[in-house]
């Protein structure tokens, strides 16, 4: 197929434009012959890098003016097509597209900075500069604009991260008695201390064991997950986690020096309820994992092996016991991870991808949280399907060494191939309850449901 040239693709650009423009609501640009800083660019900046790229946030460099972000043009131009940057892996061609967290570029923002950069990446007129953003700070919770302060904070105890050296893990436990009674979670935010913290912490889980319970991996109830890219959840309204009042922390954290001693690092999580009395209509069991070694039905992790300079794909089923929902979905593979897919194949034989992630990078991990009008609801017997694609050639440019064979393994340059999975497990009524409202609520709808 033929690239369109440039002039072509600005006129598919104004065309598009023209038909958006009825809709816009906030800051899309009038795009004349050639974009500005000022005018085009600084407002897709504010909205879709400087939460990251600001003095004190985990991009490498802050892109907060034109002084800062001109140097950085073409590899901005690079990364932004690429759709490497900002960071989220999801095919935007395949699947489900419409989610709560979604931190992608539109196609035409990717070719407004294309345009720009292609012109010189001129600074325009700074009368059109928009009114600076305010940046939430790294020692804030990210949910208290949106649900003001946690209603519980629970600490993880002090542990010194050495300057250099391999990745730590620490496993305190925590008593958890924070509560007079048994409560309904809406939201969970994990938060690493500030801006330490935030550099040494690669991944935790917060798991609270309940009072006279086995420890079991059934019986515990992870409140929070962590990883680079993923800090909070927030469960679709009217769904809660039932927390009981007491019992033990159990953290599981995983460091990684970065050069600098980080002295008694505590890591934070805050818990949102719902009001005391209020019982949501349906309960969910958070993010479940589905694992390698067969739990849920992905591959086994004994089955990972990765020739040098080749490929490998593995494929796992798990098939629904009663009908779910699922809320969000967390790919977790490594360095020569490059895809994974979610596939739903209904009671009826008809296949449908879910979702697809076809840039996995092992630097983030992301959790794709699904809107609520598009969220797949399923019925009971529904096969979930997962295929993971590794990548083990020097063309995948995470590889540290494709001359290695590659087996399961803890550590980044090891594999693993499992995904974390907000499930809400539903029974009939609920099911065919939440379809008529998903009918209600559009007739045309991305997600055909089971008649
Ligand atoms: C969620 C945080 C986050 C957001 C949002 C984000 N970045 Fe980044 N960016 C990073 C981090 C961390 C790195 C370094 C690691 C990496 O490349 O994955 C990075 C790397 C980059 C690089 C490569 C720098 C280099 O010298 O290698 C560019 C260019 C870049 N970002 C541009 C952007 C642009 C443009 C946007 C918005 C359209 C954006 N980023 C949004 C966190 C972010």
């Given at each position: 197929m033929n690239k369109p040239d440039n002039l072509q693709r600005r006129k598919l650009y104004l065309t598009s434009f023209c038909l958006l423009a009825t809709f816009a609501t906030t800051s899309v640009s009038v795009h004349a012959a050639e974009p500005t800083y000022s005018r085009d660019i600084a407002p897709i900046l504010q909205q879709k890098c400087q939460s990251c790229h600001n003095p004190d946030g985990i991009g490498p460099m802050p892109l907060m003016n034109f002084q800062q972000v001109k140097p950085f043009a073409s590899i901005i131009k690079e990364r932004t097509t690429a759709r490497m940057m900002p960071p989220w892996h999801n095919?935007?061609?395949?699947?489900?597209?419409?989610?709560?967290n979604d931190a992608s570029l539109s196609q035409m923002q990717i070719d407004s900075i294309a345009d720009w950069v292609d012109a010189g990446a001129p600074e325009g007129n700074p009368a059109d500069l928009p009114e600076p953003i305010e940046i939430t700070s790294?020692?804030?919770?990210?949910?208290k604009a949106q649900l003001?302060?946690?209603d519980v904070i629970i600490k993880s105890s002090p542990y010194d991260v050495l300057a250099n050296g391999q990745d730590q893990w620490w496993g305190p436990d925590v008593k958890f008695d924070g509560m007079p009674k048994d409560r309904w979670l809406r939201a969970a935010e994990f938060k690493p201390s500030f801006p330490l913290g935030k550099k040494v912490v690669h991944h935790g889980h917060a798991v609270l064991v309940p009072?006279?319970?086995?420890?079991?991996f059934g019986s515990s109830i992870g409140l929070a997950r962590y990883g680079v890219g993923k800090s909070w959840e927030m469960y679709p309204e009217g769904t809660g986690m039932l927390v009981p009042a007491n019992g033990h922390i159990a953290w599981n954290l995983h460091y990684f020096p970065v050069g600098t001693e980080v002295k008694d690092d505590v890591v934070e999580v805050g818990l949102w309820f719902y009001p005391e009395g209020e019982k949501p209509a349906l309960e969910t069991r958070g993010e479940q994992l589905f694992r390698v070694d067969g739990l849920n039905g992905m591959a086994r992790g004994q089955d990972i092996l990765i020739p040098p300079h080749g490929y490998q794909v593995l494929t796992g089923t798990h098939v629904l016991q009663s009908p779910a929902i699922i809320h969000s979905y967390r790919p977790h593979l490594h360095m020569r991870g490059k895809t994974m897919s979610m596939e739903a194949i209904y009671p009826d034989g008809r296949k449908e991808?879910?979702?697809?992630?076809?840039?996995?990078?092992?630097?983030w991990q992301i959790s794709y949280m699904y809107a609520d009008d598009v969220k797949p609801i399923l019925p009971k017997g529904t096969v979930l399907q997962f295929t993971s694609v590794f990548d083990n050639t020097a063309?995948?440019?995470?590889?540290?060494?494709?001359n290695q064979w590659v087996v399961f393994g803890r550590r980044g340059v090891d594999e693993m191939s499992h995904a974390w999975m907000g499930m809400t497990y539903i029974n009939e009524g609920q099911y065919e309850q939440a379809i008529a409202e998903r009918r209600a609520a559009t007739e045309t709808l991305s997600l055909k449901p089971q008649e």
């Open positions: 095919d935007p061609t395949t699947g489900i597209q419409k989610f709560k790294g020692a804030e919770w990210k949910l003001g302060p946690p009072e006279g319970s086995d420890g079991s991808v879910l979702s697809q992630v076809n840039k996995y990078n092992h630097n063309n995948n440019p995470l590889n540290p060494d494709p």
